[in-house]
Structure formats: structure tokens, C-alpha cells
């Protein structure tokens, strides 16, 4: 009787059980379909066409003064901006004149190879074309050995929070994205797809190693030398302030990732979700490894007080260097908030589609904010914003 009982509720959950299923299974289906449609239709095109673009310049050079040539440039970022203006604006920096000599810079590198093979091959190692190269190719194996397998996919998708669920609740909802979890883990696959293609070697770095002159007031300021001494007197310092336990806390509050402010939720969902998912991989790594992100943002904090230190002791170099950096953060903010926007606008479209009572999302405008307040900034320094991609 109990059991004939039971029978039509029982049946009733598995129905609403299989349904909340399906429906989770659609929104992971929105979610794969767009980020590969921003990665392989869009993304991917684009940086094949760069490539491209960038060894049509870099074989012209070849052509003309020859493969040490091509190569040294290259890894000295001539070719980043495959234009003509942006070319010949990137030889300017890199000769520092207008007035540059390409034969005569041939004669000096062909040289340099001669005498040090072994550290030529480091410099033109670190390419543009090359590291494009590498990462397109990356790009394209994560998307293709990833995309088609379930469990990896719901692995870099679902929240660590879901993924620490255990038991019967575990087991049934611990793989699970909920529709307010949308922009967040559209986040996590996309920046999953993004391999790292920073500059290894620094045109002024590569300058000096083949004895081009340079100007004093432009000189390398932060010598291997001094970051690693300044690495040093920080790691030194933060060992040393971590056995304490009201130090530790500080240190905790101020160098950790900090939880994504509530109030965004509603104002600022794709800035919300960005700063939740920040606070989520933090939280879901081991102790040891939190550790070390808060000791590495330490260190940056300590290096970056101790140049403003020594741009007020009028150390030459500094306050360039500091101009530089400040410039280089502003450009990388800005671009990570554009990805973030566009990355909500998809999420919105696909969550919703057109329907004339739904809310869209165009994140055209606030694009446009984002870039028009670099530009300020970086202009403010005294600096060229679309010399750091703005």
C-alpha cells in the first residue's frame, strides 16, 4: 500500500529530475556553441589573417636584408601592427631615429650571429610570428580535443562551489550550471581557450645585447639585475611578516582575490560574474598554491612602492619605466573589461533568444566607454594609447 502510495510521487520527481537534466544539458549546449562560434569564427580567422599579414612583411625583409634581419625584428615587435604606417612607426622606436640604416644594421647583426650563435638564437626564439604561430595552433588542438568531450567540458564549466558538493546532492547536481551561473561559466571555457602569447624578450633588452646605441634617458631601467634583487629583498620581507598572524590576515585581505562585491549582481552582471569566478578559482585551489598568489602580488605591490621610491630620488630611468608600466596596466585592464562585455553579450543573446518583450544586451556603448577612458589615461601619461592596442 505504502509503496502503491509512493508511486506517483516517485515518478513525479524522476519526470522533474530528467527535465531540470535536459534543460541543464541546453544550457551547456549555449554555452559551448558560444564561445566556439567567438573562437572558431571569429577569433581564430582574425589571427590567421594577423599571421599572415605579419610573415607578408617579415618575407619582405628577409627578402631584402636577409633572414637575421627578419628575425631580429620580428622578435623586436616590428611586425605586431602588419602595416605599412605600423611597420615604419615600429622601426622608428626600435632605432630610436628616423634616420635608420637597415644595411648597416644587417652588417652588425650578421656579426653578432657570427660571434654568438648560442644568444642569437635566443633573441629571434621569441617571436611574434612564431608565438602566433604556436598559440593558433594551440588554440585550435584545446577546441578540438576539448569541445566533444563531455566530461572535460563540464570540468572547466561548472563552479568549483558545485564541484566540492558531495553525497546524494553531489552526485545528482554536483555537474550542473544554473541559468544565473551563465556568464561566469562562459568565462571560464573562454579563458580556458587562451594561450598565453606575452613578449619574452623586450626590444630595448634585444638593442643592447647587439650593441645599438641608446639613448641615455631611454636606457633598460629594470635590469635583470635589479628586479632580482628586488625579488629578493620582497620575498625576504613577505616570509618574514606571514609568521604573523595579525600581519597574515592583512596580507590575506589585501594580496588575495577579493569577494565579488554584491552589488553588482544586478547593476554590473558581467563584471560580477568576472570577480566571481576570480573569488571561485581562488578559493578551490590548495593552500600552498593561494599562498603563492598572494606572496607573487606582494612582490609586484613591494617592486612597484620601490620604483615610486626612486622616481622621487630622481633615479634615471624610473620615472619612464613607471610611465610604461602604469600605461601597460591601464591597456590590459581595459582590453580584459572588453572581453568581459563581449563575452556577456553573447551570453545574453544566447540566453535569450529575440523576443519582443526580452531584454537584450548591446555592449557596443560601454565598449566604447571602456576604450575612450584608456585612451585618457594612457594620453594623460603623455604616452600613445594605440601604441598598447587602444
Known sequence: MANGFLTPFLTGALGEYTRQEVENDKIIGNIIDSVSNQVLNKEIPAEQALLKDALKYKNEYEANYGSEVAGVLDAAGVFNNPTDAGVENALRRFFGTDEYNLDAFKTKVVKYKEDKP??????????????QDIALTNKKDFVKNNFSNTPNIRDLIVSPDKKEMTGVAGLMFGDRVDKEEVPAATLRLYEATQPDTSQVVS????????????????????????????TSDAQTRFDKDIKNANVKRTLETQFGVKKPNPELQKTKPA????????????????????????????????????????????????????????????????LTRINELQQYEKTVTASRPFDPDSVQYNADEDIEAVKAEARKQITDLGLDPENYGI
Open 118 to 131: 648560442d644568444n642569437f638564437d635566443k633573441i629571434i626564439g621569441a617571436s611574434f610570428t612564431e608565438q
Open 203 to 230: 626590444p630595448l633588452a634585444i638593442k643592447s645585447e647587439l650593441g645599438i646605441e641608446i639613448p641615455k634617458e631611454i636606457e633598460p631601467f629594470m635590469t635583470t639585475k635589479l628586479f632580482n634583487e628586488l
Open 271 to 334: 563584471e560580477y560574474a568576472a570577480q566571481k569566478k576570480a573569488y571561485d578559482d581562488f578559493k578551490a585551489l590548495p593552500a600552498a598554491d593561494r599562498e603563492n598568489i598572494i606572496r607573487n602580488n606582494f612582490t609586484k605591490d613591494y617592486i612597484k612602492n620601490q620604483v615610486s621610491e626612486m622616481v622621487k630620488a630622481g633615479v634615471p630611468g624610473a620615472a619612464q619605466y613607471q610611465t610604461e608600466t602604469a600605461a601597460k596596466s591601464i591597456a590590459q585592464a581595459a
